[in-house]
């Protein structure tokens, strides 16, 4: 469990990512000697996007030079320095990023997730909570799952499902904070509730590999053979070659 906690983070991560990504390039950027600033950013945000970090590192840091008071520049080449893992250079990165825009909610996010993998969980949750709290935010849901999965992490599970618990009164419809909810109550050993969330994410959503394995885990504990096999007969079907599939083979053989 601990493990597909961990890959549900990373999922978390990647959003987030993404996210900061798109939001800034509709930022009106374009101000005298900004259109070099802008050609930069624009480049560093594409060789990030394909994974070449050392070359999104130099086109970001050009960016800076003819622009250093861009918020999302910065927090962008902090990202960057977390992905070379170079911690000092990521934290100097976001605290500037946070001070040319702290009602930036994307920013704010990105560092809060930066903070709890280093473990900084009372820090990291501080961020979220700004971000939450930015009235401009229109998705405050994505935080609020995200504070959850960090304090999940921590451990916080009572404060992790108050977390999930808040995204999904704000967006009921929100299959990740609904998928979350049925990891943590399967962790916590409830897993009647884990299953009607589970449920309820499946009516929403696809459902994948490690989705599946945990379906698989919840049924066999409630004694529920006929939808065991069922879970263990669509994840051997649709995604045969996955890790959650081969240790399924491996286990009922």
Not at 14 to 42: H, K, M, W
Not at 66 to 81: C, E, G, I, V
Not at 155 to 172: G, S
Request: hydrophobic share 40%; net charge negative.
């Amino acid at each position: 469990m601990m493990m597909r906690a961990k890959l549900l983070v990373l999922a978390a991560i990647v959003s987030i990512l993404c996210g900061c990504i798109s939001s800034t390039a509709s930022v009106n950027r374009f101000e005298p000697r900004d259109d070099a600033a802008e050609q930069n950013y624009q480049l560093g945000a594409q060789y990030f996007r394909k994974g070449n970090y050392q070359l999104a590192r130099d086109r970001l840091q050009r960016s800076i030079e003819f622009d250093s008071k861009n918020a999302s520049t910065h927090s962008m080449l902090a990202m960057t320095y977390v992905q070379l893992d170079i911690r000092r250079l990521a934290t100097e990165s976001f605290d500037r990023a946070i001070r040319l825009g702290p009602n930036d909610q994307d920013i704010r996010n990105a560092y809060a997730v930066f903070l709890c993998g280093l473990g900084e969980y009372d820090n990291a949750r501080d961020q979220f909570d700004r971000a939450i709290g930015i009235r401009e935010n229109d998705n405050p849901e994505i935080m609020m799952s995200n504070a959850g999965v960090c304090m999940a992490k921590k451990p916080d599970l009572e404060l992790a499902e108050k977390y999930f618990r808040q995204a999904i009164e704000r967006k009921p419809r929100y299959s990740e904070a609904l998928i979350q909810l049925a990891v943590l109550k399967h962790r916590t050993d409830d897993d009647l509730t884990a299953r009607a969330f589970l449920q309820r994410y499946l009516a929403l959503d696809e459902a994948s590999a490690a989705v599946l394995d945990l379906a698989i885990e919840i049924e066999t504990r409630l004694g529920n053979d006929r939808a065991v096999t069922d879970y263990m007969n669509q994840l051997l079907r649709d995604f045969p070659d996955s890790p959650e599939a081969r240790r399924t083979l491996t286990t009922s053989n």
